[in-house]
């Protein structure tokens, strides 16, 4: 009895080893498609110095995301370092800076097409005019 246990059991680990490896994905490849990217405000100094960025990442900055076709709208909010991530389905897509206060400052930038291939994460940066001259 206590051999058909063992039996047992390392007929199970086998099928459990086994049935990883099938389902292992290739480290080279990314499993998601997926749009990721950084909102950053500028400039931060009326005074811009050669190798000195000007910018900062802004936090709770909406972006509104459509794909070609219209067919998906969505929006994101950038978190606390000024990232943001959605996935999405491979498609052309429009990032598109929204109102960030009442104040009107920082205004949004320009909108920034990403063209996302099946199985890829893509990065953009967006910006928002802090108004500092």
Do not use: E, W
Request: charged share 10%; hydrophobic share 40%; glycine share 8%.
């Amino acid at each position: 009895m206590k051999h058909a246990s063992t039996v047992s059991v390392l007929i199970c680990i086998v099928a459990l080893v086994a049935a990883c490896r099938n389902n292992a994905v290739n480290p080279g490849t990314t499993d998601t498609t997926a749009i990721s990217g950084l909102v950053l405000k500028g400039p931060i100094s009326p005074v811009t110095r050669i190798g000195v960025p000007n910018t900062a990442p802004l936090a709770g900055a909406t972006i509104a995301i459509a794909n070609s076709s219209g067919s998906f709208n969505a929006t994101v909010v950038s978190d606390s370092a000024g990232k943001f991530y959605i996935k999405v389905a491979a498609d052309t897509y429009q990032l598109t800076p929204q109102q960030y206060s009442n104040s009107g400052l920082p205004r949004p930038g320009a909108s920034v097409t990403s063209i996302v291939p099946a199985n890829t994460t893509v990065y953009d940066t967006l910006n928002y005019d802090t108004g500092i001259r």
